[in-house]
């Protein structure tokens, strides 16, 4: 039976992202979210921009002049009106005015005329498909044009789709403690529906019942960390050995300081840097929950802090636009803006520059962004080698899987020490790493 807060709940998450820009975080949501409450903020924020020019050409009404409790609900109904399988219209309809009249009375006849209108839409006419890109796959213009800039028109509308499917949610685990097949078994012993990742030995996809894993005590028990597997990939480049000094910054939450401290046995001295104490707060709790005595932690800002002597590894997790997780934070398209990722992307140049002075003679720079926009990626890398002379690109061909080297394109690339993980080639979230090796002497 479906619960009032099913859909009161949906529509107090998207007030505090669409209003107060807060992103999103399913696991800072105080009270049980269940799968219905999910789908719902995941999929209006999804759909915003379609659902946008749809209310305004099938009513003439801009959904961006009317005030913010108005347009989150005509927003929230009209998702479930245009893109739920489960809910009938009438029943989104009828639900949406009643949240109307308990935070806005004023509205609710207004939300009740708007809604109504799109029940009206013949089913056959509710697709997208055939639609302009942007509307098609609910990526609003300025980003779609990032897209499109840095692959083209058909690769760009290809990675806009593949963004379009909910991602499953990646585990990585450490195999010295629990093997893949045993971990499968356990998860779905729990009720858990699992595969095996895409490219990358050491993790899992819960492809449903994801918030078994944390109420299950399996998370803890196993010493589990959620993490994509391009960001697992970008630990492996970094190639962590015993006894080498390494300096992962922008270090929060952790994820590549633990994974990196794994596949070293533990041997290698990490250093975890990180802007903010709440954060660095983050990386500290899952290096002690991991059981992990080889990382110490420091807070610094990136673009600034100079170590007493150099690392042999330093590793830039940058601050980035994020627009390799369209799929699994729908926030961002609602959230992102142009001047936001040109705000990024001078922080990125300015990191790298600092972080070029704290790598030894010989040592490797490891770059990587959560993002699939060119101008975070390959030009920003570029500029840095030209930049820095001293610095050459370090080929990183025999880090990747066999099956993820896709063409003589992506070959290239790995000999120019990069890569751009996608989702429509490569079955994970967008991500981008590439790699630097200062000069000796």
């Not at 796959?137 to 806009?160: H, M, N, Q, Y």
């Not at 893949?180 to 012993?189: G, R």
């Not at 420091?298 to 600034?304: L, P």
């Not at 751009?420 to 080639?425: A, Q, R």
Request: proline share 4%; charged share 30%; aromatic share 6%.
């Amino acid at each position: 039976m479906e619960k009032t807060n099913d859909r009161e709940l949906p529509f107090r998450c998207l007030y505090e992202c669409y209003s107060r820009g807060k992103a999103f975080d399913p696991s800072s949501v105080r009270e049980d979210l269940s799968d219905l409450a999910l789908a719902s903020i995941e999929g209006t924020l999804t759909y915003s921009y379609s659902i946008d020019q749809i209310i305004l050409e099938r009513t003439g009404k801009d959904v961006r002049s009317m005030d913010d409790i108005t347009a989150v609900l005509v927003r929230y109904g009209a998702w479930q009106i245009l893109f739920s399988v489960k809910i009938p219209d009438y029943a989104a309809v009828d639900t949406t005015v009643a949240l109307a009249k308990k935070y806005s009375k004023k509205s609710a006849g207004f939300v009740n005329a708007v809604l109504r209108r799109l029940t009206e839409i013949p089913e056959e006419e509710r697709t997208l498909e055939g639609r302009r890109p942007e509307i098609e796959t609910g990526i609003k213009p300025e980003l779609f044009g990032i897209l499109k800039k840095s692959f083209g028109r058909d690769k760009a509308l290809s990675v806009a789709r593949a963004f379009l499917k909910v991602p499953p949610l990646t585990v990585r685990f450490d195999p010295t403690l629990i093997g893949k097949e045993d971990l499968i078994k356990k998860a779905s012993e729990l009720g858990m529906e699992v595969s095996g990742g895409s490219f990358m030995p050491e993790c899992i996809n819960i492809v449903s019942g994801r918030n078994l894993l944390i109420k299950s005590g399996l998370f803890e028990k196993e010493r589990l960390f959620i993490q994509g597997e391009g960001a697992m990939l970008a630990s492996h480049i970094a190639d962590p050995k015993e006894g080498q000094r390494i300096l992962d910054c922008c270090s929060a939450p952790g994820g590549k300081t633990t994974h990196m401290a794994a596949l070293s046995g533990g041997k290698a001295d990490i250093t975890a840097l990180e802007l903010k104490e709440n954060r660095a707060e983050k990386t500290i709790r899952n290096v002690e929950r991991l059981g992990i005595t080889c990382v110490s932690h420091v807070t610094g800002d990136a673009r600034s802090y100079r170590a007493k002597s150099p690392f042999d590894t330093v590793l830039i997790d940058a601050p980035c636009s994020g627009m390799g997780l369209l799929g699994s934070k729908p926030d961002i398209r609602v959230l992102l803006t142009y001047e936001k990722v040109m705000e990024l992307i001078a922080i990125q140049k300015d990191i790298l520059d600092n972080m070029a002075e704290n790598v030894a003679p010989g040592g490797r720079l490891i770059y990587c962004t959560c993002s699939v926009n060119r101008e975070e990626n390959d030009v920003q890398f570029d500029s840095f080698l030209d930049r820095h002379g001293d610095f050459c690109a370090d080929d990183i061909t025999h880090f990747i899987p066999s099956d993820i080297i896709i063409d003589s394109e992506r070959a290239e690339g790995l000999r120019r020490g990069r890569i751009t993980l996608l989702p429509d080639s490569d079955g994970c979230e967008g991500f981008f790493i590439a790699a630097a090796r200062r000069r000796d002497g």
